[in-house]
Nanobody, 125 residues
Framework: VQLQASGGGLVQPGNSLRLSCAVA????????VAWFRQGPGREREFVAA???????YYTESMKSRLTVSRDNAKNTVYLQMNSLRPEDTAVYYC????????????????????WGQGTLVTVSS
């Protein structure tokens, strides 16, 4: 299983960005996929997830600005981020789990089996 994250870049505060995570080797209908991020000098943290049944979950601090979705035909998961702020600057990673995760583990990076290489998002004027 391989994950390829893309879509990062430099964006001005207040603008939007859509990240993509292309998954190879496993269908999204049998895979929970999440986005994590790691900002400068910070630990990696959960951002959003979409479970194999299509249910979505978000970190509370960004919930109103995020939409996670997927295209089963393209086997790709997307993360739409709106109203970006400088504090959203981070490397964003997508991750996939072989096993179905429950809510208490969905936000824990230790339960994910595969990781993409990360894509850098820089929010700056």
């Amino acid at each position: 299983v391989q994950l390829q994250a893309s879509g990062g870049g430099l964006v001005q505060p207040g603008n939007s960005l859509r990240l993509s995570c292309a998954v190879a080797g496993r269908t999204l209908r049998t895979t929970d996929v999440a986005w994590f991020r790691q900002g400068p000098g910070r630990e990696r943290e959960f951002v959003a997830a979409i479970r194999r049944n299509g249910a979505t979950y978000y970190t509370e601090s960004m919930k109103s600005r995020l939409t996670v979705s997927r295209d089963n035909a393209k086997n790709t998961v997307y993360l739409q981020m709106n109203s970006l702020r400088p504090e959203d600057t981070a490397v964003y990673y997508c991750a996939a789990s072989n096993t179905g995760l429950i809510l208490s583990t969905l936000k824990n990076e230790d339960y994910y089996d595969y990781w993409g290489q990360g894509t850098l998002v820089t929010v700056s004027s």
